[in-house]
């Protein structure tokens, strides 16, 4: 039986990544992630993306490739992270997040990721 999905979003944009400063839970609170969510019943991967990117970040975004692989996350969920273009909006920390940032690949290395995303993160910023 496979696990449940959270998909995250390696939004690119002029050669650089979003990041997202997480503001909870407590243990997440103040590290760095790709902005993203649970995959809800009845919804593919690339529809949740679109959906979350919507409701934390009032934008609209274009699910482009998937990044090989999947993290196993301490919920029992599995990480699948899918390289994202931004088609319209400007993205505003709206939920879950207290900052973002457009980084480019060094400055994305600097940053203290949770670890189920830096696989993903090193693999983007090898491909900027």
Known sequence: MSRPI???G???REGRLLAARRTAPAELAGRWELPGGKVEPGESAPEAL???FQEELGVVVRP???VP??????SGHVLH???AALVRGEPRALQD????RWVTAHEALTL??????RPAVTWTTTHL
């Not at 997040?97 to 973002?100: K, P, S, T, V």
């Not at 203290?112 to 995303?117: I, K, T, V």
Request: hydrophobic share 50%; charged share 25%; glycine share 6%.
């Open 64 to 66: 482009v490739e998937r």
């Open 6 to 8: 959270v998909v995250g």
């Open 97 to 100: 997040h207290d900052q973002l």
């Open 69 to 74: 692989g999947e993290w196993a996350l301490p």
């Open 50 to 52: 679109v959906r979350e």
């Open 112 to 117: 203290d990721w949770l670890p189920p995303d």
């Open 10 to 12: 390696a939004l690119l």
């Open 81 to 83: 992270v899918w390289v």
